[in-house]
């Protein structure tokens, strides 16, 4: 399974809503609602902060939100904050072929 | 949920090495596990899973029969015995906690250090 594209780098200023996109293919993310997101500070654990295309686990700030049309996925940051700043990852899980989980590249958020 | 990874460091290439994951304050016997990856300027590449009960495992095809992925209830522990590395597996190993569906990982773990240098 080839890498799920996502745009590199992101920023915002605090306040500002911003959108990562995550885009892959009727294999995996037009094939399913099975996208994930998570948040990575550097020397910290990744974090869940969504789940199945738009579900927040308890605890996750209802400023994060996930949305899917076709095959890309969209997470959503509304009123950013300086706490935002990380990498983001976008996941599919995908069933096709075998059991497969595939990440996109990855996409830094920069807080201005 | 806390997991914490150990077993890391560095090996020549063609060694082995086995990675441990040792799991407390969840359900570990109900849990799916994963082992997920992170190479040095790299983005998380999934490495492999295993169901609740070890009956189904799945792995990248970058790892497939070199890496075996274990768990052992009795001690909360998961397991990642890496054979023949290469230097491509250079890279943070975490270990993470799966969803009952398998579809997301739930919790992560801080992880550990693999180095395949000769």
């Known amino acids: 399974q080839s890498a799920l594209t996502q745009p590199a780098y992101v920023s915002g200023f605090p306040g500002q809503p911003i959108t990562i996109s995550c885009t892959g293919t009727s294999n995996d993310i037009g094939g399913s609602n099975y996208v994930s997101w998570y948040q990575h500070v550097s020397g910290k654990a990744p974090k869940l902060i969504i789940y199945?295309?738009?579900n927040r686990p308890s605890g996750v700030s209802d400023r994060f939100s996930g949305s899917k049309s076709g095959s890309t996925a969209s997470l959503t940051i509304s009123g950013l904050q300086a706490e935002d700043e990380g990498d983001y990852y976008c996941?599919?899980?995908?069933?096709?072929?075998?059991?497969?989980?595939?990440f996109g590249g990855g996409t830094k958020l920069t807080v201005l | 949920v806390q997991l914490v990874e150990s077993g890391g460091g560095e090996v020549q290439p063609g060694k082995s090495l086995r990675l441990s994951c040792a799991a407390s304050e969840f359900s570990f016997s109900a849990s799916p596990m994963h082992w997920v990856r992170q190479a040095p300027g790299k983005g998380l590449q999934w490495v492999a899973f295993?169901?609740?009960?070890?009956?189904?495992?799945s792995y990248a095809d970058s790892v497939k029969g070199r890496f075996t992925v274990s768990k052992d209830s009795s001690r909360n522990t998961l397991y990642l015995q890496m054979s023949s590395l290469r230097p491509e597996d250079t890279a943070v190993y975490y270990c993470a906690s799966g969803s009952l569906e398998w579809s997301y990982f739930v919790r992560w773990g801080q992880g550990t250090l693999v180095t395949v240098s000769s």
């Open positions: 996941c599919s899980y995908a069933t096709s072929v075998n059991f497969d989980w595939v």
């Open positions: 199945d295309v738009n």
């Open positions: 295993t169901s609740y009960d070890g009956t189904t495992e």
